[in-house]
Structures are given as C-alpha cells and as structure tokens.
C-alpha cells in the first residue's frame, strides 16, 4: 500500500462495530467492480498467501457468495455473504458468516451484518465498511482472530490488482 492512502482501523466495544475506511488509487466504479464480481474478487479477497475461490455467486438483493479462502497447503475457510440491500456503486449491505463447503453456516464462529459504502475522495475512491457484530464476545473474537491485519493484508492485494487492471 501507498502510504499516502487512508486505512482506518476503528474498534467501538459499545456498539460491536469495526469501521474500516480504505482509499484505493482507482475511481469507484472500477472498486465496486472488484467487490461485487467474482472474477475480480478471486484475485484479491484473501490475505497473502491465501488466495481465493468462488463456488456460486449471485450479486443481487437476496443473493449470496459462497467462496473460500484457501491456503498454500490446500486447506480451505469457507464463507458466506448474502446479499440484502444494492445501491450500484454506492453501497450494500449484506450478513457474513463461517461456513462450511456445502454452505452450512457454522454458528459456533460470529457473523454479521456488513455496510460497504463507495466514496469518491478527489481522484480516488474511499471504503468505508462497517460491520456490525451480535455482541461484544463476537467483536473481539474476531479481533483476536487477527481481522486488522487480515484487512490490511486483503486491500493491499486489492491495490495491487487495481494497479493492474488501471494499465
């Protein structure tokens, strides 16, 4: 990353959010591409070395993405995102859990409820996620299962693909 560009990292106990705002060197539709298209986020939604697969993907109001974040050594965490509100290249919002390969959600892991907001920011693109937790315990298990620098780690790859795509 460019270290000129925004990462906040923003942890509030009192109502069990994360805020995440990350700006990206690309115009937002370019990133609301990156976020809402399987193909594109296979090449980025995964902290290094992990890499990414998508088993179905249906970005719409009602739909869902089941996809893995796979390992070197082949082993698999599997996720689940459903989709519940799209604003084209202004926001969603979405529910996020653990699952299994055949898409069982694992409800012994925390989910929650995801708001992904598209800004511009000069001549680049803010994103500002907000994830919303059931409780304190999910919050700071994810905390603890190391989702900063999981983040961090993820939207490098992120402006490592927009770099990409952008020449």
């Known amino acids: 990353m460019r270290s000129e560009l925004q990462f906040d990292f ?7 959010t994360l ?26 939604f995964a902290p290094k070395p992990l890499t990414t697969k998508t088993k179905s993907m249906n ?23 459903s989709y519940e509100t799209i604003v ?6 979405s529910q ?8 069982e959600i694992n409800k012994e892991l925390p989910s929650a409820k995801w708001r992904v907001s598209f800004l ?8 500002e996620t907000v994830v919303t937790y059931n409780s304190l315990e999910d919050l700071e298990t994810v905390i603890n299962m190391g989702m900063e620098d999981g983040m961090n780690a993820t939207l490098e790859k992120l402006d490592e693909l927009l770099l990409k795509l952008e020449s």
């Open 96 to 103: 996020d859990a653990f699952c299994d390969e055949a898409g």
């Open 120 to 127: 511009d920011k000069e001549e680049n693109s803010l994103v």
């Open 88 to 93: 084209p290249i202004d926001y969603y919002t």
């Open 19 to 44: 805020t995440i705002k990350r700006e990206f060197a690309a115009g937002r539709q370019l990133v609301w591409d990156c976020y809402t298209k399987s193909e594109l986020l296979d090449q980025w």
């Open 59 to 81: 970005f719409s109001e009602g739909g869902h993405w089941h996809y893995a974040m796979v390992e070197p050594n082949g082993t698999e965490y599997w996720g689940w995102t």
């Open 10 to 16: 923003l942890v509030d106990k009192a109502k069990n």
